[in-house]
């Protein structure tokens, strides 16, 4: 709670508003990663748990390429027929499981999948009954596993890339029932022609898998942005620096983390610090490590753009500040200063002087923020007087920690030090004191 006393130390005061101020600005392809996310089994189970629907949909839109093969049938002879405008009109996945493969990149195992098709079909012979004939047909697979291995890597401008390396695709049991022409006929040796429809699903379906990998998801992985604009002068760079590392209970993922000054792009003049190791954080779906190359990126862009820095007037501070930007609130500290204008509003110009700077450990952000306050004095409507200038320097520490809260966990912050530094940098109205 907060108490209020009337034994206030005013120089305690000054120095306790100007802190304020200092910080109220602020409320406004690297040998290490900016960030690394890590995504464990339990993420993977939950990804899995999410997008095998989605997949599921997916699938039971999808045109399978038209089947032809041969029957030879007794009396009849040889049927040559044909399947065509083949498509999946339910696709029902009920185990699956996604894992990283080591080395390699992401393992998607279904098994027990059971598909329902239509399609067209035809059929001609060239025996010594020569007849054709064309209908339509269901088409039912059962007992189906599928395993599919995809190569995640990234490219040139830190865009990830997908390669499907491998894929098996097994019917256990098919069905085909026609429908249309003489039907009765044909379904009397439908398993038959459903021997050759196996076989050439079996093959196909995983063709058609690698070709939407290897081409439509390669095609939108390389248009995918990998920097996203904040403001005029600022966007965040978040590209792969090097491929995903994938493990056999989690895959890690590097980031670049850089804010970027979009007039004057550049490299900042200092590096990431290097991440610790992975964790033992099985519990959690996911972990991100961030540095503080990312705070100290944005810092630095902010700082070049000149937009660290706030104008404080009277209208600008609270409804119930106790303090009053007036030279009489300053003549303690400053008795020339009223003296020369007495009760005249004031203002103050607050900025950085250079990039702040952020330290995190595991436990702690430590921040050093060093800026200047001018003060002006306004003498009437048209006439404003520098009146001094003070350097700030603000040393702050803050306790991060995680709080549970039911299911959920908090990011909490407390602040355990807090100093700042001043000094009298130029007076046009005699002394000022600062300690």
């Known amino acids: 709670s907060l108490t209020s006393t009337t034994n206030v130390q005013p120089m305690k005061m000054y120095r306790a508003f100007f802190l304020l101020l200092l910080w109220s600005p602020q409320c406004v392809l690297p040998i290490n990663p900016g960030f690394r996310t890590e995504i464990t089994q339990k993420g993977l189970d939950y990804v899995c748990q999410v997008g095998i629907p989605l997949l599921t949909r997916q699938l039971e839109s999808l045109s399978i390429p038209d089947q032809s093969g041969k029957y030879n049938a007794p009396v009849i002879g040889g049927i040559y027929y044909t399947l065509s405008n083949i498509k999946v009109t339910q ?100 398993g038959k022609i459903a021997d050759g429809i196996k076989s050439g699903l079996e093959g196909q379906v995983c063709n058609v898998a690698k070709n939407e990998i290897n081409t439509q998801a390669s095609k939108a992985l390389a248009s995918l942005p990998v920097e996203e604009k904040l403001s005029p002068n600022a966007e965040i760079n978040f590209q792969l620096t090097q491929a995903p590392n994938f493990a056999p209970s989690y895959l890690q993922t590097f980031h670049k983390g850089e804010f970027i000054f979009i007039p004057h792009p550049a490299e900042p003049p200092f590096e990431p610090p290097p991440l610790p190791a992975a964790a033992n954080v099985s519990n959690s779906m996911m972990t991100i490590w961030i540095t503080d190359y990312i705070a100290n990126t944005a810092g630095y862009v902010y700082q070049e753009a000149g937009i660290l820095q706030k104008n404080i007037t009277q209208d600008t501070l609270p409804p119930n500040n106790f303090f009053s930007l007036n030279t009489s609130s300053f003549k303690i500290f400053a008795p020339e200063l009223y003296e020369k204008y007495p009760n005249k509003a004031m203002q103050l110009l607050v900025s950085a002087t250079s990039a702040p700077f952020i330290n995190i450990t595991t436990s702690f952000i430590n921040l050093t923020a060093p800026g200047e306050v001018v003060a002006f004095v306004l003498v009437d409507e048209k006439t404003t007087v520098n009146a001094f200038t003070l350097g700030i320097t603000v040393h702050a520490t803050v306790h991060v920690a995680l709080r549970k809260n039911g299911s959920q966990e908090i990011v909490t912050g407390n602040a355990t030090y807090l100093r700042s530094d001043i000094s009298l940098i130029k007076s046009n109205v005699g002394d000022v004191k600062v300690q």
């Open 91 to 190: 696709f029902s996945i009920p185990s699956s499981s996604l894992t990283a493969a080591a080395g390699t990149g992401i393992r998607m195992a279904a098994s027990g999948v059971a598909v329902q098709m239509t399609a067209n079909w035809k059929y001609s012979n060239h025996g010594w009954i020569h007849i054709s004939d064309s209908g339509s047909c269901d088409v039912s697979a059962s007992s189906v596993s599928l395993a599919l291995v995809i190569g995640i890597g990234v490219d040139s401008g830190g865009r990830p890339t997908v390669t499907a390396s491998s894929c098996t695709f097994n019917i256990g049991h098919i069905d085909v029932h026609f429908h249309g022409g003489a039907s009765w006929l044909y379904n009397l040796f439908d």
